[in-house]
């Protein structure tokens, strides 16, 4: 699967957990506003050892709402700053969510939201409640039950 942002830019991602998150995610790092999501991705059995179902997704992402999105994240702490901002990608059957985070916790970091900080609604909760984060797409693949041609399990 492939992140294609405003500036040409490519980030491929690997399926599964990493960032912390304990869902289904991929951890796809410096890349600019998202604008396009394109992938295959695969339903595995592990108890019948075979493929259940088969995604595939190409779709546009609105790069100004996204980038917008991002912008009031970045400005939402009164007091965090941090470089250490990340895109997560999370794939729940064909479902795809891609969100970007600023990794304030409040475990360890003042994450206090400034007064009015997001009039429109844009800042959520991560999906494993420990961050705010803002979604930048959120989609549904096409599935089929037999392999998409050209994809890596069409064999």
Do not use: H
Not at 41 to 70: C, R
Not at 106 to 113: G, I, M, N, Q, V
């Amino acid at each position: 699967m492939n992140v294609k942002d405003t500036t040409g830019a490519n980030a491929g991602f690997g399926y599964g957990a990493v960032s912390s998150y304990s869902g289904k995610s991929a951890d796809i790092g410096a890349i600019g506003t998202p604008e396009k999501i394109t992938g295959f991705w695969a339903k595995y059995n592990i108890e019948e050892n075979k493929f259940l179902a088969f995604y595939n997704i190409n779709k546009q992402i609105d790069s100004e709402l996204a980038g917008l999105k991002i912008n009031a994240l970045r400005k939402y702490d009164k007091s965090f700053k941090t470089a250490n901002t990340s895109m997560q990608l999370i794939v729940d059957g064909p479902r795809v969510r891609l969100l970007y985070t600023m990794n304030c916790f409040s475990k360890l970091d003042d994450c206090t939201p400034r007064k009015n900080a997001d009039p429109n609604g844009w800042i959520v909760r991560s999906p494993d409640d420990t961050t705010e984060v803002v979604v930048l797409f959120d989609g549904i693949g096409e599935a089929s039950d037999t392999p998409f041609p050209g994809s890596p399990y069409d064999k």
